[in-house]
């Protein structure tokens, strides 16, 4: 397996030339609006997804519902339109879709099945109604690679916004694995090393049994409070199964970040989210 020490993506998101934000389209509509794409720094050209589209539908007219599940298709095309038929593996996978909500309290990590022809369909279920964000992270074979955004509005009850808030402690405890996160010099801008460190959280052993989740030892998610910064980072040691998993990365902006980091121990994929402001 190719060891990827960097992975990095910013996503500037486009408005519709109406100045309204981007929405997710229902399959009746034959185009969608608010596309974006970046290129992952350390994979070539930051542009190289340039020349790629991606449109996002669901898969009947009717709007997407609170615990529905909800079907949807993502169609891969290249600059004139026509579907791009290859992908490159990117971590056991052909897409990995995220979608988080609004104030970023819910996550999810999926991979749509990729039918041909540039189509990949994912059913998934939304646990409240609000605005998501979809994010989809593909290799177009031949290019580097590149993330594809939407927006979702989903009908149902609406939780009350939960402001960022920066954790004053980076140790949390998931099904009884104690995670601490470690970083230097915090800053916009600069390279920083991210390191977890596990334990068990009854006897305080160090873990040294984690099992690779997607090829690796962990995976790193990263989304400024306003999901425009987005970041997709893979650890620097892959094989690596405890008691240290260590990423490298870089903030492009000031401003404050959730971090998903993503782990398997036991047979259980742990997510361990941590709140920071970055200078």
């Not at 540039?118 to 290019?143: E, M, Q, V």
């Amino acid at each position: 397996m190719k060891k990827r020490s960097l992975l990095l993506i910013t996503v500037v998101f486009l408005l519709s030339a109406c100045g309204k934000s981007a929405a997710l389209v229902p399959a009746v509509t034959p185009t969608a609006m608010g596309q974006e794409h970046a290129g992952h720094s350390g994979h070539g050209d930051a542009a190289a997804g340039d020349g790629v589209q991606a449109v996002f539908k669901l898969a009947s007219s009717e709007q997407a519902k609170a615990n529905q599940d909800t079907p949807v298709t993502i169609q891969i095309l290249d600059k004139d339109g026509k579907s791009i038929e290859n992908f490159d593996l990117n971590h056991e996978k052909k897409m990995h879709l995220i979608v988080v909500n609004k104030d970023l309290s819910f996550f999810k990590h999926i991979h749509p099945e990729y039918k041909g022809s540039g189509l990949f369909t994912i059913t998934t279920l939304f646990p409240a109604g609000g605005n998501y964000r979809l994010f989809a992270d593909i290799i177009p074979s031949g290019k580097g690679n590149v993330v594809k955004s939407n927006s979702l509005t989903v009908q149902g009850d609406t939780p009350a916004t939960i402001e960022l808030q920066p954790d004053g402690k980076l140790t949390k405890t998931v099904d009884g694995t104690e995670v601490t996160l470690a970083m230097d010099h915090l800053m916009a801008g600069m390279d920083i090393n991210l390191a977890y460190t596990f334990k068990d959280a009854v006897t305080q052993a160090p873990v040294k049994n984690l099992q690779p989740y997607l090829g690796a030892v962990g995976h790193v998610v990263i989304l400024d409070a306003n999901t425009v910064q987005y970041l997709h980072v893979h650890p620097t040691d892959e094989k690596t199964t405890g008691p240290e998993a260590k990423f490298m990365t870089k903030f492009p902006k000031s401003g404050i970040y959730k971090i998903w980091g993503e782990f398997q121990r036991d047979g259980k994929v742990l997510i361990v989210p941590f709140v920071v402001k970055v200078p």
